[in-house]
């Protein structure tokens, strides 16, 4: 969850250890939501939008900033700028603190930095029995075989 640190610049809100932006970089707007809510739903307006720019934040290495990009998927413009919603619930407030957890969580997941693939190959033993498994296979075949060919 984001949260507005004691610690950091004023104004800054953290999205995750060493990971800050600026309030005034995120853009939130309100539109009338679908779903359930009767007749309350055609009235108030409960689904939340927000838009902040990549670059915006502060403390992600370059890395992590491709790997976000790369996470972000369809919901990053070509302009750079990330748009996430959330119309789950009737209540702005609610709908606006999961805007937020989403986006807290998007950015721990670009943090994590994915384990390096080793290539292996198999041993010596396992080769072995993967050619016993071919000659046997093989001999079981040659034995069907009529006489006559």
């Known amino acids: 969850m984001a949260e507005h640190d004691g610690d950091g610049a004023p104004g800054m809100v ?38 902040l720019r990549l670059d915006a934040i502060r403390g992600l290495s370059a890395r992590a900033a491709d790997r976000l990009a790369m996470l972000s998927g369809s919901r990053l413009t070509q302009d750079g700028e990330l748009i996430l919603s959330c119309d789950e619930t009737r209540s702005l407030r609610t709908n606006k603190a999961l805007v937020m957890e989403r986006l807290c969580a998007l950015v721990v997941d670009a943090q994590a930095v994915p384990r390096q693939r080793r290539r292996t190959r198999p041993g010596r033993g ?16 040659r034995d069907r075989r009529s006489s006559g060919d």
């Open 14 to 51: 953290r999205l995750a250890p060493g990971v800050e932006i600026a309030g005034g970089c995120l853009a939130y707007s309100a539109s009338r939501s679908g779903g359930p809510g009767g007749q309350n739903v055609n009235n108030t307006s409960s689904k939340i939008e927000l838009r």
């Open 126 to 141: 396992a080769i072995e029995r993967r050619l016993q498994a071919k000659a046997e296979n093989s001999e079981r075949k």
